[in-house]
Nanobody
Framework: QVQLVESGGGLVQAGGSLRLSCAAS????????MGWFRQAPGKEREFVAA????????AYADSVKGRFTISRDNAKNMVYLQMNSLKPEDTAVYYC????????????????????WGQGTQVTVSS
């Protein structure tokens, strides 16, 4: 069982930066691949970034590649999403998610592969 709590969202101007954090509880956090997803009003949830439980593999949506960086600290049970050069189209509720993976280098970009989800944190980018 893994419980996830996101923080760090807020209002920022276009071009600015935010760092989202996701605190995970559960003894087996290090064996889960982690991901960030987002959902804007009236739109479907979409994949943003993912990281394997060994930190050896990352994946990003094309729309955030080069601007966002996902990282994790297994000793602290934390996952982070550093977001730079933010755009108004990045406005959404951002969710942290955990996926049980048998192979330490695997990541998942499909939402249905994730077992646990946080409640989300709002990110609003003004133009």
């Amino acid at each position: 069982q893994v419980q996830l709590v996101e923080s760090g969202g807020g209002l920022v101007q276009a071009g600015g930066s935010l760092r989202l954090s996701c605190a995970a509880s559960g003894r087996t956090f290090s064996s889960y691949a982690m991901g960030w997803f987002r959902q804007a009003p009236g739109k479907e949830r979409e994949f943003v970034a993912a990281i394997s439980w060994s930190c050896g593999t990352t994946a990003y949506a094309d729309s955030v590649k080069g601007r966002f960086t996902i990282s994790r600290d297994n000793a602290k049970n934390m996952v982070y999403l550093q977001m730079n050069s933010l755009k108004p189209e990045d406005t959404a509720v951002y969710y942290c998610a955990a996926a049980s993976m048998a192979i330490h280098t695997r990541v998942a970009v499909e939402g249905w592969k994730y077992d646990y989800w946080g409640q989300g944190t709002q990110v609003t980018v003004s133009s």
